[in-house]
């Protein structure tokens, strides 16, 4: 069971959410308008927050963006916004899934328990990954880069640590997608290109001009060793 906040205006989708996800064991909070979500969210520290993107007093992206600043609690925006920009905006934002409207509530709760999953933390991990400069500790959640910190979103640690996790092979984006998006049904590949053009920006690197995360064209990507003697790249 997870405690639940779900910040949307209509009433209909609010109310068929709430007894939907009840009846599935979660505890459910709700609130009409983002600054009343903002203030329930603060108040009642949820395990996972639904956001609808249209609210009538703040838009949900600004929402996210204040949410953010103070909270790393999970979000799923749920909209009837499905344009690409849209969805990039969602993701840059902050968002852990971006759903579009209409959906059913058995798919809003296999992305709930997904979401959750991932943030979950890896018990059997064996202690941080380094490769070459970069340092990843799986229980901490923290990356340095030379040891300095790299601020990382929850979805971009889960990718690395995918990928560090196998350093010097190359990973499909099918397998990132089921792996790290939990999405066996399927994606879109852009949701990866997006995530990893923001991982190369904070590693300091250019798809152009890569050092640790490197394309092959047509196959997927591979993190590899850049220093003298590392896995062959």
Same mark, same amino acid.
């Given at each position: 069971?997870?405690?639940?906040?779900?910040?949307e *205006?209509?009433?209909?989708i609010?109310?068929?959410?709430?007894?939907a996800? #009840?009846?599935?064991g979660?505890?459910?909070d709700?609130a009409?308008?983002a600054?009343?979500g903002? @203030?329930?969210?603060m108040?009642?520290?949820?395990?996972?927050?639904?956001?609808?993107?249209?609210?009538?007093?703040?838009d949900?992206?600004?929402?996210? +963006?204040?949410?953010?600043?103070?909270?790393?609690?999970?979000?799923?925006?749920a !909209?009837a916004? *499905?344009?690409?920009?849209?969805?990039?905006?969602?993701?840059?934002?902050?968002a852990d899934?971006?759903?579009?409207?209409p959906f059913?509530a !058995?798919?809003?709760?296999?992305?709930?328990?997904?979401?959750?999953?991932?943030?979950a933390?890896?018990?059997?991990?064996?202690?941080?990954?380094?490769?070459?400069?970069l !340092?990843?500790d799986?229980?901490? #959640?923290?990356v340095t880069?030379?040891?300095?910190?790299?601020?990382?979103?929850?979805? @971009?640690? *889960?990718l690395?640590?995918?990928?560090?996790? +196998?350093v010097?092979?190359v990973?499909?984006?099918r @397998?990132?997608?089921?792996?790290?998006w939990?999405?066996?049904?399927?994606?879109?590949d852009?949701?990866? *290109?997006v995530?990893?053009?923001?991982?190369r #920006?904070?590693?300091?690197?250019?798809?152009?001009?890569?050092?640790?995360?490197? !394309?092959?064209?047509?196959v997927?990507?591979?993190?590899v060793?850049?220093?003298?003697?590392?896995?062959?790249?």
């Amino acid at each position: 069971m997870a405690r639940l906040l779900i910040i949307e *205006d209509d009433v209909d989708i609010r109310t068929m959410l709430i007894r939907a996800l #009840r009846d599935r064991g979660h505890a459910v909070d709700s609130a009409p308008t983002a600054l009343a979500g903002l @203030e329930s969210a603060m108040r009642e520290r949820p395990d996972l927050i639904i956001l609808d993107l249209g609210l009538p007093d703040v838009d949900g992206l600004e929402a996210l +963006r204040m949410l953010r600043a103070v909270s790393g609690v999970p979000v799923i925006v749920a !909209t009837a916004r *499905d344009a690409e920009p849209d969805l990039v905006r969602g993701l840059d934002a902050g968002a852990d899934d971006y759903v579009v409207k209409p959906f059913t509530a !058995t798919a809003m709760d296999a992305r709930i328990r997904a979401v959750l999953r991932r943030r979950a933390p890896d018990a059997q991990s064996a202690g941080p990954i380094v490769v070459g400069g970069l !340092t990843l500790d799986p229980s901490s #959640r923290e990356v340095t880069l030379a040891g300095a910190p790299v601020e990382l979103t929850p979805r @971009e640690f *889960d990718l690395l640590r995918h990928l560090a996790a +196998r350093v010097g092979q190359v990973v499909s984006k099918r @397998e990132l997608l089921t792996e790290v998006w939990q999405l066996p049904y399927g994606g879109a590949d852009k949701t990866v *290109d997006v995530h990893l053009s923001w991982l190369r #920006r904070k590693l300091g690197e250019t798809a152009q001009a890569p050092r640790y995360l490197h !394309t092959v064209r047509g196959v997927g990507v591979k993190l590899v060793d850049p220093s003298p003697g590392g896995p062959a790249q």
